[in-house]
C-alpha cells in the first residue's frame, strides 16, 4: 500500500538542502512511499477431509471441558456452569 503523490508536487527549496527530492520515472516529484502490506489469507481443502477434522476436533474439545468439568467438581464440589455455546472460535 502506497501513500502520496506523484503528479503536482513542487520541488522544495528547504527540504532539498538536506535531502534530495525523489522523483518518479517520469521525472515528476513523487511524495509516495509505502506504508504497508496487504495480507490475505487463502484456504485450500479438501471438503471430505474437512468434515472429518471438524468432527475430530469437537470430540476433543467436548473430551477436554469434560476433564474440566470433572476437575472443578472435585476441587470446589460444585458443578461447572459452563457450556460450549458461551466460548467464541477464533481462527
Do not use: P, W
Amino acid at each position: 500500500m502506497n501513500r502520496g503523490s506523484t503528479r503536482g508536487n513542487s520541488k522544495s527549496f528547504f527540504k532539498s538542502l538536506f535531502v534530495a527530492d525523489r522523483q518518479d520515472e517520469d521525472g515528476q516529484v513523487s511524495t509516495e512511499s509505502v506504508v504497508g502490506f496487504f495480507k490475505g489469507r487463502i484456504s485450500v481443502y479438501n471438503e471430505n477431509e474437512k468434515v472429518k477434522f471438524e468432527t475430530k476436533k469437537a470430540d476433543l474439545l467436548n473430551d477436554i471441558f469434560e476433564c474440566i468439568k470433572r476437575i472443578h467438581m472435585k476441587r470446589f464440589e460444585k458443578e461447572l456452569e459452563f457450556s460450549m455455546e458461551d466460548l467464541e472460535v477464533r481462527e
